[in-house]
């Protein structure tokens, strides 16, 4: 939570007690999804959703990257891609097997953005998971530092499988978006 702080200014009041929010993820991992024997899976890759601007950093973000400050964590996650589109939003794709790594990851690129003073163009960290044989993404909302849920279904959404999965993260402690701020992601690239 000390690193949401740093980025907006203000605290919002945990949840939980894990010392940063996207580690909440991981009380889902492997859990059994209710009144099945499906595992809910959560996969090898994640992404940082940034609003980009004329900023040095994401004239070349790939370069940037390597220039995250050696008291930070090294990044041990590969940048799979780093994608931007015609809405100046940009995805940095982080894959690794071990997602407490990928986790540490995310958080150390998010520091160095806060401390170069651009907390404000984080929208959210993006997680891929599968519930029930489905994809599904579970999105943390870095303005609020709340979760909600995301299943694509073809150009619509599960809202079924949405709710579900809401309610799972609530009942594993997971701080969650309001319904109504469930909104929707185009172009994931991952």
């Given at each position: 939570m000390g690193l949401l702080k740093s980025i907006f200014g203000k605290r919002n009041k945990p949840k939980s007690d894990e010392s940063d929010i996207l580690s909440a993820i991981l009380r889902v991992e492997d859990l059994t999804f209710p009144d099945s024997t499906d595992k809910i899976t959560v996969l090898s890759k994640s992404a940082l959703l940034l609003n980009t601007n004329d900023d040095p950093f994401f004239k070349n973000i790939d370069a940037s990257l390597k220039n995250i400050l050696p008291e930070q964590q090294p990044i041990t996650s590969e940048v799979a891609n780093i994608e931007s589109d015609e809405y100046d939003s940009c995805w940095i794709v982080f894959e690794n097997p071990i997602t407490q790594r990928m986790i540490n990851d995310?958080?150390?690129?998010?520091?160095?953005?806060?401390?170069?003073?651009?907390?404000?163009?984080?929208?959210?960290?993006?997680?891929?998971?599968?519930?029930?044989?489905?994809?599904?993404?579970?999105?943390?909302?870095?303005?609020?530092?709340?979760?909600?849920?995301?299943?694509?279904?073809?150009?619509?959404?599960d809202n079924e499988m949405e709710i579900k999965i809401g309610q799972i993260f609530t009942s594993k402690g997971i701080p969650v978006e309001p319904h109504a701020n469930w909104y929707s992601l185009s172009d994931i690239p991952f």
């Amino acid at each position: 939570m000390g690193l949401l702080k740093s980025i907006f200014g203000k605290r919002n009041k945990p949840k939980s007690d894990e010392s940063d929010i996207l580690s909440a993820i991981l009380r889902v991992e492997d859990l059994t999804f209710p009144d099945s024997t499906d595992k809910i899976t959560v996969l090898s890759k994640s992404a940082l959703l940034l609003n980009t601007n004329d900023d040095p950093f994401f004239k070349n973000i790939d370069a940037s990257l390597k220039n995250i400050l050696p008291e930070q964590q090294p990044i041990t996650s590969e940048v799979a891609n780093i994608e931007s589109d015609e809405y100046d939003s940009c995805w940095i794709v982080f894959e690794n097997p071990i997602t407490q790594r990928m986790i540490n990851d995310i958080n150390s690129v998010s520091s160095h953005i806060a401390n170069l003073g651009l907390g404000s163009t984080m929208t959210a960290a993006i997680f891929k998971g599968v519930v029930k044989n489905k994809p599904s993404y579970w999105v943390c909302n870095y303005r609020t530092a709340k979760f909600y849920p995301l299943v694509p279904d073809g150009d619509r959404r599960d809202n079924e499988m949405e709710i579900k999965i809401g309610q799972i993260f609530t009942s594993k402690g997971i701080p969650v978006e309001p319904h109504a701020n469930w909104y929707s992601l185009s172009d994931i690239p991952f």
